[in-house]
């Protein structure tokens, strides 16, 4: 084999890798935590949950239940509430940080399970979480009629993921505007064209 051909072979390799991590690399890498990705669908707002909350986490104060249907968002919560879901509160180590400018009088339609924060206290969990519980929501909250604009959520997030909550065992609780385009896909095109030519040209 010439020195040339083993060059190619190289190249073809360092392309073939760039692209494979490029294409599997998520939109928005989440932690430890769940982020609520916002979405405009249809004329309508849509938050929907990814990730996990770790266990460990604790408690100091008597939990409850939720006893209403309903997804909210405001300067200072982030909540799917559905009855069934749990409800617990803990006033000394959890930490919340605010959406300031976003609307507090925006009731949407919750599906999948209960989930969110509320205040620097409540934490909202799907129904049969014990405290502790390592759980992983499947969450949809629809806004209808809404835009990011009309719910202030435009200056409020961005799309870099924005820590909301957080748990004393370092779970978080984050938001996001969905970005319009992949981070990186030119880059993987470029790997895929480059790839092509390289092959072309051993076929010569």
Same mark, same amino acid.
């Given at each position: 084999m010439?020195?040339?051909?083993?060059?190619?072979?190289?190249?073809?390799?360092?392309?073939?890798?760039?692209?494979c991590?490029?294409v599997?690399?998520p939109?928005?890498?989440?932690?430890?935590?769940v982020?609520?990705?916002? &979405?405009?669908?249809?004329?309508?707002?849509?938050?929907?949950?990814?990730?996990?909350?770790?266990s460990?986490?604790?408690?100091?104060?008597p939990?409850?239940?939720?006893? %209403?249907?309903?997804?909210?968002?405001?300067f200072?919560?982030?909540?799917?509430?559905?009855?069934?879901?749990?409800?617990?509160?803990?006033?000394?180590?959890?930490?919340s940080?605010?959406?300031?400018?976003? &609307? %507090?009088?925006?009731?949407?339609?919750?599906?999948?399970?209960?989930?969110?924060?509320?205040?620097v206290?409540?934490?909202?969990?799907?129904?049969?979480?014990?405290?502790?519980?390592?759980?992983?929501?499947?969450?949809?909250?629809?806004?209808?009629?809404? %835009?990011?604009? &009309?719910?202030?959520?435009d200056?409020?997030l961005?799309?870099?993921?924005?820590?909301?909550?957080t748990?004393?065992?370092?779970?978080?609780?984050?938001?996001?505007?969905?970005?319009?385009a992949v981070p990186?896909?030119?880059?993987?095109?470029?790997a895929?064209?480059?790839?092509?030519?390289? &092959?072309?040209?051993?076929?010569?």
């Open positions: 010439t020195r040339f051909g083993f060059k190619h072979r190289i190249t073809t390799g360092l392309l073939g890798v760039l692209a991590t490029l599997s690399s939109l928005h890498a989440v932690g430890t935590g982020l609520f990705t916002f &979405s405009e669908v249809g004329g309508n707002v849509v938050a929907q949950t990814s990730g996990t909350i770790d460990g986490w604790t408690v100091n104060f939990t409850g239940s939720v006893g %209403t249907d309903r997804g909210v968002l405001a200072d919560e982030l909540k799917a509430e559905k009855t069934g879901g749990e409800i617990f509160y803990n006033t000394t180590d959890w930490q940080d605010t959406m300031g400018g976003v &609307s %507090t009088n925006t009731s949407g339609v919750v599906t999948g399970d209960a989930f969110g924060y509320g205040g206290d409540m934490l909202i969990a799907p129904d049969g979480t014990t405290v502790g519980d390592a759980f992983t929501p499947v969450t949809t909250i629809t806004w209808e009629d809404e %835009t990011f604009a &009309s719910m202030g959520l200056t409020a961005s799309s870099s993921p924005k820590v909301l909550f748990l004393n065992n370092g779970s978080t609780i984050s938001a996001v505007l969905n970005a319009s990186g896909a030119g880059l993987a095109g470029l895929t064209v480059g790839l092509a030519g390289v &092959s072309r040209r051993r076929r010569r």
